[in-house]
């Protein structure tokens, strides 16, 4: 079965410690982290993730992009994260596709709830993504100490960017 993660991207922002800081900084730094940790749970997690942004916060019109192999969605104006993923939702979900929301909107839960798809709490989803960190981590060192060491030295920092790099994050 396939599984699509919605996931409503300011309220995560607004729910992560780690994401909130850097809103306070600049909010791009925020979104583009937040697009950073969610590649990287679609790659480990095999999932799709589709992120919606609110177009209140960034004043425009409508817009989609691929990043890192992920959907990111601003709305259009006058049109909320909630409204879009409500949308979403309600189109993806079938026999074969399992649809989970990822937000702390209470509201927006049971609203997806009642349309068939599952939720998963801002609180969930930063747990199981320091589990996925944790185990990429575990991988790479072990992947590292298998191969023995390549017939160039490499630092724990750039062998971390090729690694990243494999997995199309950058």
């Known amino acids: 079965m396939k599984q699509i993660l919605l996931v409503d991207g300011y309220n995560i922002i ?3 410690k780690e994401l909130r800081e850097l809103k306070e ?12 940790h969610m590649a990287e749970y679609q790659a480990y997690m095999g999932c799709e993730v589709i992120i919606v942004f609110d177009a209140h916060l960034v004043p425009g019109i409508e817009a989609k992009e691929k ?13 909320t994260a909630d409204e879009r993923i409500e949308k979403l939702a309600s189109q993806l979900i079938n026999r ?3 649809v989970v929301v990822a937000t702390s909107d209470s509201i927006e839960q049971w609203v997806i709830f009642a349309q ?3 939720r998963k709490s801002a609180r969930e989803l930063e747990i199981e993504m320091g589990l996925v960190e944790k185990q ?3 991988e790479v060192e072990t992947i590292q100490k298998l191969n023995g060491h390549s017939k160039i030295p490499l630092s724990a920092e750039v062998a971390e960017i ?3 790099w494999r997995r199309g994050l950058k």
């Open 136 to 138: 990429i981590t575990k």
């Open 14 to 16: 607004g729910a992560w």
């Open 96 to 98: 074969r596709t399992q």
């Open 162 to 164: 090729f690694e990243k």
């Open 25 to 36: 900084a600049k909010l791009i730094d925020a979104r583009d982290r937040l697009i950073e």
């Open 67 to 79: 990043k890192y192999k992920l959907q990111i969605i601003y709305t259009r104006e006058n049109e």
């Open 116 to 118: 068939g798809a599952l």
